[in-house]
Structure formats: C-alpha cells, structure tokens
C-alpha cells in the first residue's frame, strides 16, 4: 500500500513539474503583435537574450550596419550564436521606439537605444508570415 502511494506521489510530481515547466523559449505570443515584437526586440537587445532573438526574428533575418565606408551584415543565426556567447547581461542604455508606418502584413519601426556616449537608432521591418505571426526581417543600424 505505501509503495502504491509514493509510487502516486512521485507519479503526481512529476506531472505536475512537467505541466507548469516553462520553456528556454518566450511563447508565440510574442509574435501575435507587431507591438510585442518591437517591445522584444528591445527587451532583447538591453538584456543580449539569444533566446528572445530566436523567437522574435524571421530565418532570414538580416543585421545591417555601417563600419566606416562599408555596410557590415549578419544573419539570425550569427547573431543568435553571439548572444548565446556573451550571455544575459544589462546595457547602460535607456530605449524607445516609434513605428514609422505599417500596413495589414508589414510594419517599420525607429528603436532608440541611448547610451551615455551615443545614440544608436535601428530601423526595423516586422513581416506576418502564413501562420500570422510577426517576425522581425530586416534591422539597419546607426550609431549617432
């Protein structure tokens, strides 16, 4: 009888450990809106969470950004890859954005992130794709 009991226990346990478990990933309700993707995108940035990135932008992904007199790209998986790399941190910067223009399926937004230095301004495309979900495609980048 006790082995029936602790083996319902245990049993119990780990279902209920299972069922509340939250995943490494933010759910797809961050891309339900172009707003709560922008509001990511920042989230992300200020605190290099590679996972957050993961979720919130499209396979295709592109990073553009000018170093001197060339324009410097990177992709999803390059950046994912360096922010696992460098690990959840906090910038020294405060943010905000302004959408730009948006439509039914695409939306451009200005995010600000201001340092004590510098400004640096990204220009971000947010795309719905077939399953409706927003998913950053494109981010210029300037540092002002």
Partial sequence: MKGKILWYAVMLSI???VANARPDYPSKSVNAKASNVIEAFVDAHTHADAA???AILNSSAILKLNRQDEVV????SQL???YKRVGLMNLNCSSGYEV???SECVV???VDFKFPEFVQQNYVTIEKDKKGLWKITQIN???I
């Fill in 52 to 54: 957050l990135f993961n």
């Fill in 15 to 17: 279902t209920t450990t």
């Fill in 73 to 76: 790209t990177h992709t999803k």
């Fill in 108 to 110: 451009m937004a200005r």
């Fill in 100 to 102: 730009l223009s948006s």
């Fill in 80 to 82: 994912v890859t360096f």
């Fill in 141 to 143: 980048r300037f540092s």
